[in-house]
Every structure is written in C-alpha cells, then in structure tokens.
C-alpha cells in the first residue's frame, strides 16, 4: 500500500480491485492488488509536410505544425485518452504516425475538393477548415488541438505551379510596363508631331496674311498712283486720245495685280492643305502601328490566360467524371454487398424457423411418447388388478373418462327442441269385437282393420310434415278435428 502524488502535468491512472474500469486522479493511496500508471498530459509539437492534391490535380506540400495533447478540461475525453494511447509515449512514433495520418487524411480531403487557386487566396479558411476536422477525428482518441500553424505551399518535385505562377505574374508585369513605355512614348512623339505641325501651319497662315496684306497695299497705293496719274492725265489731257490708251492700261494692270494676288493666296492655301494631309498621313501610320503592338500584346495574354482556364476546365470535368464514376461503382458494389447479407440474414433466419419449428415437433413427438408409454403402463397395471378382464376395464375406462355422462348429455341435445305429437286412434272395439258389435272372427278380416285404421294417423303426420294431401278416392282429412273424430269419419 502506497500514498501517489502525480505533478501538475501529470495524472494518476489507477485500475484493479474495487475500480470499475479505470480511476483518474491527482493523488490516491493504491492499495494490493491495484496498479498505478502516471501519463504526462503535456502539449507535443508534431512538424510534418502533408502531401496533397487539389480538385485540379496538381500536387503541392503543406508544412505544418501541430501543438496535440490531452483534453484534461473534460474527463471523459481524458478517460479515452488514458484508455488508448497512455501505454504509448507522448513522442513515440505510434502516436505521431496516428496523428499525422488523421491530419493527412482530412486535409486531402479537403483540399481535393477547393481549386489551388481557392487554397492559396482563401489559407485562413482552409486552415479553420483543416482544424475543425481534424479536431473532430481526434476527439475519438481523446486528444485536442492547442495550436495549429499552417504554413506556406510548397512545390512538389516536378511540379512547379508555384514557381511558373510566380513567372507568370512578373511576365505580366514585365509586359504591361512595356505596353505603358510604348503608349507613353507614342503620347510623345504624337504630341511632338501635332505641335510641330500646329507651328508650320501657324507660320503658313501668318506669312499668307502677309502677303496678302502687302499685295493690297502695294495695289491700293499703286492705285492710287495710277489713279492721281490718270487724274493728272486725264485733267492735262481731257480731249487727247491718249486718254482711251491710259485708261485700258491701267484697266490691264489692275485686273493683272488682281490676278496675282489671288493665285498667291490659292497657292497658300494649298501649300498648308498639302502639308495638313501629310501630318495627317504619318499620325495615322504612327497610330496603327501603337494600335497593332497593343492588340498583339492584349491577344497574346488573352490566349494564354484563355488556354489555362481550358486546361484547368477540362482537368475538372475529368476529375468530376472519374469521381462520379468511383461513387456509382462504390454505391453499386454496397448494394450488392447489401442484398447478400439481406439474403444470407433471411436464409439464416429460415433455417432458425426450420430449426426451431423441427425443435418444437420433435419435444412434442417425446412429450406424446411419454404420455403414451405412461397410459400404457397404466393400463397394464389396471388390466392386472381386474385379472384381464377386458370388459371390466373397458367400463371402468369409460366411467373414468365420464363417457357415460357424454353420450347421455350428446343424446339430451340431439332431441332437444323436438315437440313430438302422440296421436291416439280407437275404433271402439274390444276384445274382438267390431264397432257394430259383431264378432270378428276371421283372421284376415281382422288384420285388414288393423291396417285400415292405421291409414289415418299416417297420412295425418305426412300431410304435417310435407304439407301433402291424401288423393280424393282414398278419402279427406278434417281441417280441424280431434284424432278421435278423424278416425270416426274415415
């Protein structure tokens, strides 16, 4: 007999003599024939990497750390715990192998049904996921989660998802920094060249106004040289001839100057309309080749984007299809496992019948056997003690039996409700003697009366119980009469 104290991370199990299964406690004197176990209910780190696959079929490693130990907040789950897993070490492989084999199993499981997309973006529910079921398979064997610390995905050997994800985001970068580079530096070179053009057009306009300003001056003040000329002229030189010649020159030159001008100004406007269209012309070129590097650009990353998505659908669809298939064979194969044992069930159940009804003929057949062989002996021992009179014994069968009361009683119910009717018939004569008071001497003549006065009371009774009449030659009974009057008239 000993006094047990356990430490604070520590519980005392105790099972033997007086203990219905197991006694878990702090301290506790154990007495003979008890045995006494310490278990350390100490949190322990399990750090493994999980291989696993997602709903599209690309494999990746999930490292993770896991802090397990014992419930000790409720006793029923230390109980199980204590049960199964005591005899083990806290870190011995049996208990890590059942540990990491539970968390393996749900988080496969899990993660076969999510995206690698969802897994990577949604790692806080997937690990709340992850904790929850395999809090729920461990609660079976008593143990619970401190602490659950799930880190980054890795990539499995031969499968770089993560990494060609990686490249495939900088590529994108790397591309659109490009495509801005070439739309920034065609903004440049557009609005060089349409300031550029704005500056030659402006210099145009201003040196066609300017021409054209100089031209009107230079006509309005040779007009009005020519004009105070033909003034003088025609003042000096009223009545000469020179008069007509003065005036058609000036009329030539003017409509010459006029001429001039305005082919100046169509030819300025000409010039800036020419140079108009090829700026035009070489910002247009410049557009569709920036317009044609960007939709090159945009269709390139379209179709590889595109490709993956199908790629990804297409995995899907199978995976779901092969799922599908994997159910139905599973449902079907439980069905017939089903209808076998429902089938061996009602065959085992019928032979128990068959058995049990076999069972109960067979202690019946004894239990007849028994009564007979012990009337048998009966029997004998009373033919003995009446000296083998059978007659005797039959009797004394018959009165033990109350077979005599029987039949007496069967007889009183089969006459039983019977209303029979006694009908008394007298032709009057005595000792020999006819009605009349003749003597009846002769043999025949007497039987024939006899017969001839039972007719009456016979066809009476046919015509009671069948309702028949007698025919009219062999004569008439009387509706209502006495038998005695009946007989009288007939």
């Not at 696993?52 to 490693?61: C, I, N, Q, T, Y």
């Not at 499995?156 to 801005?180: C, P, R, W």
């Not at 590889?304 to 995976?319: F, G, H």
Request: aromatic share 6%; charged share 25%.
């Amino acid at each position: 007999m000993m006094y047990h104290v356990a430490r604070a991370s520590e519980f005392l199990v105790i099972t033997g003599i007086g203990i219905n299964e197991l006694k878990i406690t702090k301290k506790a004197l154990v007495w003979p024939l008890q045995k006494c176990r310490i278990i350390d209910v100490t949190p322990v780190n399990y750090t493994f990497e999980v291989n696993a696959m997602s709903a599209e079929k690309l494999p990746f490693l999930l490292p993770a750390v896991f802090t397990i130990g014992p419930c000790v907040d409720d006793r029923e789950r230390l109980i199980k715990y204590a049960k199964l897993l005591s005899h083990h070490e806290r870190d011995s492989h049996d208990v890590k192998d059942l540990v990491q084999g539970v968390i393996e199993g749900e988080t496969r499981v899990l993660a076969a049904s999510m995206t690698m997309e969802e897994i990577f973006k949604g790692t806080k529910d997937f690990k709340k996921e992850v904790f929850d079921k395999v809090q729920l398979e461990l609660n079976q064997f008593g143990l619970l989660i401190y602490n659950a610390n799930i880190k980054q995905l890795v990539d499995v050997q031969g499968h770089e998802y993560f990494s060609y994800l990686g490249q495939k985001t900088q590529m994108e970068a790397a591309n659109q920094a490009k495509i801005d580079v070439s739309e920034a530096k065609m903004k440049g070179e557009i609005g060089a060249k349409e300031r550029e053009g704005l500056t030659r057009q402006n210099a145009a306009k201003i040196d066609a106004e300017t021409k054209i300003i100089s031209t009107q001056r230079d006509g309005d003040g040779k007009k009005e040289e020519v004009k105070v000329k033909t003034d003088v002229k025609i003042y000096e030189n009223q009545r000469e001839a020179e008069v007509a010649e003065a005036n058609s020159v000036l009329a030539t030159k003017k409509a010459g100057w006029s001429q001039q001008a305005k082919m100046a100004e169509i030819e300025a406007q000409k010039a800036v309309t020419m140079r108009e269209a090829v700026l035009q012309q070489e910002v247009e070129r410049k557009n569709a080749l920036t317009k044609t590097e960007s939709l090159k650009a945009q269709h390139l990353s379209k179709a590889t984007v595109d490709y993956e998505i199908k790629v990804q659908e297409a995995n899907s669809v199978l995976y779901k299809k092969q799922k599908e298939a994997e159910a139905e064979l599973y449902e079907n194969r439980k069905a017939a496992e089903a209808k076998k044992l429902a089938a061996e069930a009602q065959t085992y159940a019928v032979q128990l019948a068959a058995d049990a009804a076999l069972y109960a003929k067979k202690k019946e057949a004894e239990g007849l056997k028994g009564i007979a062989e012990a009337e048998g002996v009966y029997v004998r021992s009373l033919m003995s003690a009446l000296g083998g009179n059978y007659n005797a014994l039959r009797d004394y069968m018959m009165i033990d039996k109350g077979m005599f009361k029987d039949i007496a009683k069967f007889n009183a119910e089969a006459i039983k409700g019977l209303q029979p009717k006694i009908s008394i018939w007298s032709n009057g004569g005595t000792n020999g003697q006819m009605v009349d008071g003749t003597s009846g001497g002769h043999a025949g003549i007497k039987e024939l009366a006899s017969i001839y006065q039972a007719l009456p009371p016979f066809l009476e009774t046919v015509h009671e119980q069948t309702g028949m009449l007698p025919p009219a030659w062999m004569g008439s009974l009387p509706v209502s009469a006495d038998p005695a009057t009946s007989s009288q008239s007939a």
